[in-house]
C-alpha cells in the first residue's frame, strides 16, 4: 500500500505568491518522521524541513512552512513568497523505523512546482 | 564542510557490464543509505549500511546488485552485467549516528545510462 500519497502531478504559482503542496501518509507508528526534499532540474535532492510526530509546533525554515495535521495524516508544505528559483520537483517522504533497527524514507511521486514570472 | 559526495555523476554502460557508483558520507555520518529513482518517479529506498555492516538490504534486487561501506573509503554500490532496465539516477544520502539528527543529507546522485 502507497504509504505517501502527493495528489498534484504538478502546480502552478504567480511568483510573489504563496502555494500549499499537499502530503498525506499512512502509518500505525506513534513515532515518526516527515520530510520535504526538492528537486530541481540540476537533479539533486535538497532537504528543506522536517517534522517530526510529537512536535506540537509546525515547522518552519525561512520561507517554507509545514501545515502539520496529525489527526488528518497530513503534512502540507506551504511556500509563500515564491520565487523563480522555487520550480522544481517537491517530494514528501515519511521515515520508517523497523523492529530490526533500519530506517529508511518513504517518498511520495512528487509535485512539479512552476512559479510564473 | 563539504557534502555528501558522489561519483561519478554520469555513468554509460553497456550490457553486460559492471557498473560501480561510490558515495563518501558527509563528515561525522556514519550511515549511508542508497535510493533508485526511476524516470518521473519518487525515490525508492534500496539499501541501508553502517560501517562494515549492512543493516538492511531489504530494497536490493536479489541478484547482480551489492553494496559495501568499507572501514577505509567510500561506499559502493555494484551492479553486475547491467540490463536497459537499471537504467535510472543512484542517490546516496547520509546521517549521523543515531539519537543525533534524524534527517538523511543526500549527494547529487550518479546517472546510470545503459545501452
Known amino acids: 500500500a502507497q504509504k505517501i500519497t502527493q495528489t498534484q502531478p504538478g502546480m502552478f504559482v504567480q511568483e510573489k505568491e504563496a502555494v500549499t503542496l499537499d502530503c498525506t501518509y499512512d502509518t500505525s507508528d506513534q513515532s515518526y518522521g516527515l520530510f520535504w526534499y526538492k528537486q530541481p532540474s540540476s537533479g539533486e535532492m535538497i532537504f528543506l524541513i522536517y517534522?517530526?510526530?510529537?512536535?506540537?509546533q509546525n515547522a518552519t525554515e525561512g520561507r517554507y512552512s509545514l501545515n502539520f495535521q496529525k489527526a488528518r495524516k497530513s503534512a502540507n508544505l506551504v511556500i509563500s513568497a515564491s520565487q523563480l528559483g522555487d520550480s522544481a520537483m517537491y517530494f514528501c517522504?515519511?521515515?520508517?523505523?523497523?523492529?530490526?533497527?533500519?530506517?529508511?524514507?518513504?517518498f511520495g511521486k512528487g509535485t512539479k512546482l512552476t512559479v510564473n514570472p | 564542510n563539504a557534502g555528501v559526495m558522489q561519483n561519478p555523476r554520469h555513468l554509460v554502460r553497456r550490457r553486460g557490464q559492471e557498473a560501480r557508483l561510490r558515495c563518501s558520507p558527509m563528515k561525522g555520518h556514519s550511515h549511508v543509505y542508497w535510493y533508485r529513482q526511476l524516470p518521473e518517479e519518487g525515490l525508492k529506498f534500496m539499501v541501508y549500511l553502517q560501517k562494515e555492516n549492512i543493516i538492511d538490504e531489504s530494497g536490493m534486487p536479489k541478484e547482480r546488485f551489492s553494496a559495501e561501506f568499507p572501514k577505509e573509503g567510500p561506499s559502493i554500490l555494484r551492479i553486475q552485467q547491467v540490463v536497459r532496465g537499471d537504467s535510472a539516477a543512484y542517490f546516496c544520502?547520509?546521517?549521523?549516528?543515531?539519537?543525533?539528527?534524524?534527517?538523511?543529507?543526500f549527494g547529487p546522485g550518479t546517472r546510470l545510462t545503459v545501452l
Open positions: 544520502a547520509s546521517s549521523p549516528p543515531r539519537g543525533e539528527t534524524d534527517t538523511q543529507y
Open positions: 517522504a515519511m521515515r520508517e523505523l523497523t523492529q530490526g533497527g533500519s530506517e529508511k524514507l518513504v
Open positions: 517534522q517530526g510526530s510529537y512536535d506540537e
